[in-house]
């Protein structure tokens, strides 16, 4: 009952803010950690610059918690990978983007452009701790290659910058979405990077909103907006659909 309470504050608070004009007022966006740091700041540019009368309010939390601020209406809109598939949430997908594979310099996988996703079957795997959506997109990745329980895998990281830091230190290899290869590669010579072969593994990332929200339309313009706004990004923008 607590729950159906939550819920029916948060839409009646809504409806209070749909009552404005469309883009002003408050947006507390929820963004996961794997998207917070390479689309914020196109994220913030385009606020800045078309919505200035946003009053724009970031919270960086993992998808479990994001989904929960969403129900209880701590959070307006989300912006995470997808699927969620979870009852009372609406996707809007913005775009796909490919998987990189993070290894060090001289690993004999570094610079192709033809990796196989068979040869995950048998790499010294680090991926990031429980919790982390991209951890379970990874092991998805690998278990469609045909990787088994048995094959090795270190999970030690929290975030991403520091898994990329324990590749560069050789204690395996590691994927990273396309938006993050520069920003985490960037910062240690001793990295390089292989593209998989076609088709490569892909997540997709999306806004997220309450299913019949009173801000709908805000939000799809919002997300129009967006895919725009991150086409020079190294992804593919998806118009519509699921």
């Known amino acids: 009952r607590a729950g159906a309470v939550l819920e029916a504050v948060a839409a009646l608070m809504e409806e209070a803010e749909a009552v404005r004009a469309p883009f002003t007022g408050v947006l507390r966006l929820g963004v996961i950690p794997t998207v917070a740091p390479y689309l914020l700041p196109t994220v913030l540019r385009l606020v800045h610059e078309r919505y200035p009368d946003l009053d724009l309010q ?37 775009f796909d983007e490919d998987f990189v594979l993070v290894m060090e310099q001289d690993h004999w996988l570094g610079g192709r452009a033809d990796i196989p996703r068979e040869a995950l079957r048998e790499l010294p795997l680090l991926l990031l701790d429980e919790g982390h959506c991209l951890r379970d997109q990874a092991l998805d990745i690998c278990r469609e290659a045909g990787r088994t329980e048995g094959a090795p895998v270190t999970t030690t990281a929290a975030g991403l910058s520091t898994l990329v830091q324990l590749v560069a230190g050789g204690l395996g290899v590691t994927l990273l979405p396309r938006t993050a290869v520069t920003v985490e590669t960037g910062r240690n010579e001793a990295l390089a990077t292989g593209y998989f072969a076609d088709p490569a593994p892909t997540r997709r990332v999306a806004l997220a909103m309450r299913t019949g929200s009173a801000r709908g339309g805000e939000f799809e313009e919002f997300a129009a907006a967006l895919r725009e706004a991150m086409r020079p990004l190294p992804v593919r923008p998806v118009a519509e659909g699921p």
């Open 58 to 94: 970031v919270h960086e939390e993992q998808t479990s918690s994001l989904l929960e601020g969403l129900a209880a209406g701590r959070l307006d809109l989300l912006l995470l990978a997808v699927p969620l598939g979870v009852p009372g949430v609406s996707e809007i997908p913005l």
